[in-house]
């Protein structure tokens, strides 16, 4: 299971950290991802961090995320800074226990959070 937090609302260019707590004693090898979906919007990749920690961001969001995880507390989280209100979206994260290569695609991922929403004032 997979328990997503932190979204809220907020103003352009500040910062939220969002967290997504994992059951599991295996964690530590999942490749984990960060999506979002606007209303009105398609699920996008945000950003994933494999197991032995490689990183990976969609254009819109590289510089500004950050994704990171804790295994030991089989957490992962992602830092948003300069937040935009493009940004503003239900995001999700997702555990991939077999690790795929694919990591920007919605199908590679078994399980999923129940969303956190993130609202983005100008």
């Known amino acids: 299971q997979l328990q997503a937090s932190g979204g809220g609302l907020v103003q352009a260019g500040d910062s939220l950290r969002l967290s997504c707590a994992a059951s599991?004693?295996?964690?530590?090898?999942?490749?984990m991802g960060w999506f979002r979906q606007a209303p009105g919007k398609e699920r996008e990749f945000v950003a994933a961090?494999?197991?032995?920690?490689?990183?990976y961001y969609a254009i819109s969001v590289k510089g500004r995320f950050t994704i990171s995880r804790d295994n030991a507390e089989n957490t992962v989280y992602l830092q948003m800074n300069n937040l935009k209100p493009e940004d503003t979206a239900v995001y999700y994260c997702a555990a991939d226990p077999g690790d795929s290569s694919s990591v920007y695609q919605k199908s590679s991922y078994d399980y999923w959070g129940q969303g956190t929403e993130v609202t983005v004032s100008s």
């Open positions: 599991g004693r295996t964690f530590s090898r999942y490749l």
């Open positions: 961090i494999r197991s032995f920690g490689r990183t």
